[in-house]
Structures are given as C-alpha cells and as structure tokens.
C-alpha cells in the first residue's frame, strides 16, 4: 500500500501561483511513477501531469504546458506541482497518484485538494 497525501491548494487569484505537494508513505517512493490529476464540477478527472520514477521524463496536458512543473524529491518521498500564471478554469480538485512499473493504470491516490483561481 502506498498513502498520498496532498497540501498547499486554496484561493489565488487568476496570474498567482501555488505549489502543491503530495507526501508518500508506506512503500518504496522511488518505485512509483506519479501524476497529478484535476476534476472539476461536473466533469472527468483528467491527467495534467506526470513524472517517471526517476523523475528524468515528465508529460504535460496541453492546458498547463508551460505554465505548471512536475517535479520529484525522492530523498523526501514528496512529489510536486508548480502551478504559475492560473487561470479560472484551472479550478479544481487536485489528486495526486502513484503508478507502479507493471501497472497500466494508477494504483494508489490520495484525498484531493481544493484549488480554486478567482478572476
């Protein structure tokens, strides 16, 4: 079993930033690729981007290129998402999710965190 646990949503402003993190616990971090992930209301929760285990190759979903960085600390088991220049429609839940190397989809994911940018 793997826990995850993310931190830093709440209010900003649209043109702020937060970053989020996500702590793991209970397996060996390094082992898990991971992913942060967004469901607004009303709609699918849909990827925004993910980081191998190493943390050498990282993806992003179209909407946030350039805007919000994925990054890992494997020493801390804390995996990251800067998010800069938000906008409105960035609002939403925001997961955090593990994926082990055999596994096609994520296996574990924490509670959610709740970002909301105001225009």
């Known amino acids: 079993q793997v826990q995850l646990v993310e931190s830093g949503g709440g209010l900003v402003q649209a043109g702020g930033s937060l970053r989020l993190s996500c702590a793991a616990s209970?397996?060996?971090?390094?082992?898990?690729?991971m992913g942060w992930f967004r469901q607004a209301p009303g709609k699918e929760r849909v990827i925004v981007a993910d980081?191998?285990?190493?943390?050498?190759?990282?993806s992003y979903a179209d909407s946030v290129k350039g805007r919000f960085t994925i990054s890992r600390d494997n020493a801390k088991n804390t995996v990251y998402l800067q998010m800069n220049s938000l906008k409105p429609e960035d609002t939403a839940v925001y997961y955090c999710a593990a994926r082990a190397l055999a596994s096609i989809n994520y296996d574990y994911w924490g509670q959610g965190t709740q970002v909301t940018v105001s225009s």
């Open positions: 209970g397996r060996t971090f390094s082992n898990y690729a």
């Open positions: 980081i191998s285990r190493s943390g050498g190759r990282t």
